[in-house]
């Protein structure tokens, strides 16, 4: 085998473990309930307002868990550094899932501050 076909070869098979390993990092967004602008807007008494706060408390809890599974991303990337891939490879992966984990937990911190708001609102509410 020429060095120039294993050198393609290993690039090959790099950029496929890469789009793999992407694939697991990757996180769908979170869903937007039909007629959430209507609620939010319509949003006047205690019901209304504790409903609200329930949703807001729901996507906070999903998105600490998914920051909590990108973080497991991140150290799974910088305990396995394969010769195949290389370490550098696998420290941006792990920045890469890091970040995305510090953005959903910040994404949990704003929803669980969302939904506070609403028990508040509810409470104050007839």
Do not use: W
Request: proline share 3%.
């Amino acid at each position: 085998m020429t060095s120039r076909f294993r050198c393609v070869a290993t690039r090959s098979v790099l950029a496929l473990a890469v789009a793999i390993t992407l694939g697991g990092c990757a996180t769908q967004g979170p869903a937007v309930p039909a007629g959430a602008d209507q609620k939010i807007e319509n949003a006047s008494g205690r019901v209304d307002h504790e409903a609200l706060a329930s949703r807001y408390e729901a996507q906070a809890a999903a998105d600490a868990a998914a920051a909590r599974r990108h973080q497991g991303y991140a150290a799974t990337y910088r305990r396995n550094t394969s010769p195949a891939s290389g370490p550098q490879e696998h420290l941006a992966l792990a920045q890469h899932c890091e970040n995305l984990a510090r953005a959903y937990q910040q994404a949990a911190d704003e929803n669980a501050a969302l939904a506070m708001l609403h028990r508040e609102l509810a409470a104050a509410s007839k």
